[in-house]
């Protein structure tokens, strides 16, 4: 993945976005787009870097990443935007407002350990009403997330576990096909168990939410 400019609000270009933290899954660089736009949050770069994926902008406060990695990054021309430690967002935040400037689907690589407090902050940040305008797609460790606002298809192999998670209100109107517990029209409020491992019958199958935002994990999809 080579340098390239970046684009402007509204683009269809992907930007992946890689977090700080625990290494992601060495198998997701085989998922990633080979053409989008890289932002690095802080020690994200070092995880690009393992991966062998050159990145075009570097956001944050800089209090974790390899100080040599961060100069390099800037010799070969990647964008770095430095913000202060004390800040009112995340590293991840700043990032996936950078990548909302410049692409409508964003992908974001992270680990799936560390700290529990930002592993659950990044969920509800993912599916935030900032960025209900963008699509989001995760890989986190092994887990692969799909922030759903209207319909989503799903792949996967018979028997693979998937789990629908309502975030920041009830989502009304959840259907599935698919899927061995089959939702019709049905309402997952946040908090509930209702959509906790249910599993593929079929390599596809379909989510659709009339409103609201649901979570849809597959916690060992790149396994």
Known sequence: MGAGPCHSEGSDRTAIVFTGGDSPDPAVREVLPADAYVI???SGLDHANHLGIAVHQVVGDFDSVTPDALAAAERAGARIDR?????DATDLELALDAARAVAKRIVVVGGDGGRLD???GTALLLGSAAYADRTILAYLGPATVHVIRSATTLTGVPGELVTLLAMH?????VRTSGLLYPLRAET????SSRGVSN?????TAEVT??????????PSHLH
């Open 169 to 173: 209100g009830p989502a009304h109107g």
């Open 199 to 203: 599993e593929f019958t079929h390599r």
């Open 118 to 120: 930002h592993l659950l």
């Open 188 to 191: 997952l409020h946040p908090g």
């Open 40 to 42: 690095a949050a802080d």
């Open 209 to 218: 939410v009339s409103a609201g935002v649901l979570l849809a994990v597959q």
């Open 83 to 87: 913000h202060p430690t004390a800040k």
